[in-house]
């Protein structure tokens, strides 16, 4: 089955985007405007006859081989990757260039609309919204502002592995307060 550059160029064309389809590349190139990437080139492309697909987005960051903060900057990557769905990240050693992709083999499926529109909308939310962000900063500082939201990642962790905990958590940390025996205090005592 696998897919075909004409199926997702109908996809984009669905969507009302403009594209360029490069058949002998087996990829099409696509763009967007972002608030936080100046140029948000996207490729898709198709390898293996149409059974492995890739979203991408190439020279997210360039230049970061003698970049001061180099290893704050891949460390924050991880940390990216580790926190939300489906996006990874690739560096190029031999230039510096990073980019964001998705990725996964579809073998003897089919990528459908639905799943080619999640991919896209996943790819460029995370880059511009809450990466570049933060990469940003890491650029400039060598600091992740990430590390100072572990405990609010740590809460979404918890509601998305135990749906409804933190309303427990609540109700039980609002009962002790009332009671008067507050963690804070106790460690007081």
């Keep these: 089955m696998a897919a075909t550059l004409e199926q997702i160029a109908r996809y984009l064309d669905n969507r009302g985007w403009s594209y360029e389809l490069e058949q002998d590349n087996n990829r099409i190139i696509t763009g967007v405007q972002a608030d936080n990437l100046e140029n948000f080139l996207l490729v898709i492309q198709l390898d293996e006859d149409g059974e492995f697909f890739k979203l991408f987005a190439p020279q997210v960051i360039s230049g970061i081989i003698d970049?001061?903060?180099?290893?704050?900057?891949?460390?924050?990557?991880?940390?990216?990757?580790?926190?939300?769905?489906?996006?990874?990240?690739?560096?190029?050693?031999?230039?510096?260039?990073?980019?964001?992709?998705?990725?996964?083999?579809?073998?003897?499926?089919?990528?459908?609309?639905?799943?080619?529109?999640r991919c896209l909308s996943g790819l460029i939310q995370i880059v511009d919204e809450i990466a570049m962000p933060r990469l940003q900063a890491v650029m400039e500082t060598g600091?992740?502002?990430?590390?100072?939201?572990?405990?609010?990642?740590?809460l979404l962790t918890l509601q998305e592995e135990a749906p409804g905990i933190l309303e427990l958590l609540e109700r039980a940390m609002e009962a002790r307060k009332n009671r008067g025996i507050f963690p804070a205090e106790e460690d007081k005592s």
Excluded: V
């Design 143 to 154: 600091t992740d502002p990430g590390d100072e939201d572990i405990g609010e990642r740590l």
């Design 67 to 117: 970049h001061p903060h180099k290893e704050a900057i891949l460390q924050s990557m991880l940390c990216i990757s580790w926190e939300t769905k489906m996006l990874q990240w690739e560096y190029d050693p031999s230039d510096g260039e990073i980019r964001a992709i998705i990725e996964f083999p579809l073998e003897d499926s089919i990528l459908t609309e639905k799943q080619f529109n």
